[in-house]
Structures are given as C-alpha cells and as structure tokens.
C-alpha cells in the first residue's frame, strides 16, 4: 500500500508540474502582446536616460580604460536600465540605445 500511495504522489507532481510549466510558458508567450507601444515622449526619455548613464561612465575616474576605448569604439550600445531575475531559469530586460559611427 504504501509504494502505492508513493507512487499516486508522483504522479500528482507530475501533473502539476506540467501544468506549472504549460502556465508559464502561456504567461511568457502573451507578454510581448501586452506591451505598450513606445511613444516619442518614451523614446526621447531614454535617450535622456541614456546620455546621463554614458556620462556617468566617462567621468567616473576609475575607467580610464573605458574612456580610450570609447575613443576607437565603432558603436556602443547603452543599456540605462536593466533587470535581471532567477531562480530556476533566468532572464533579463532592458531597452537600450545603439550609437554607431
């Protein structure tokens, strides 16, 4: 009776884990569908933000190396904010801009 009973718990973590799975995975999927569409107001914010974070940069006294490769750098893409997250799987997001030459 008892591997029985184990055997019945195995089986309702199973179900539930695909479930949980199959949940997240619709969640992930119907996300890009619910974001906004950026404003100019929203892309003159980030380029704002973007400047000030890239300011920061170049006059923090401790990257001078960053500041000579900044020199001979083709592009640089600018990330003002980011988030990060993790437990099991991980991710990250962030809008960005890219400056070119």
């Not at 799975?21 to 619709?26: A, E, Q, Y």
């Not at 490769?69 to 640089?76: D, N, S, T």
Request: glycine share 10%; with cysteine.
């Amino acid at each position: 009776m008892r591997k029985s009973r184990k055997g019945a718990m195995r089986q309702v973590f199973r179900i539930g884990f695909r479930s949980w799975l199959v949940i997240g995975l619709l969640t992930l999927s119907v996300l890009p569908a619910l974001a906004e569409e950026p404003t100019a107001k929203d892309a003159q914010a980030l380029i704002d933000e973007s400047i000030a974070t890239l300011g920061r940069f170049v006059e923090d006294r401790g990257l001078k190396d960053f500041r000579s490769r900044l020199r001979e750098a083709k592009g640089v893409i600018i990330v003002p904010r980011l988030v990060a997250a993790g437990l099991i799987v991980g991710g990250s997001g962030g809008k960005c801009t890219a400056l070119a030459r």
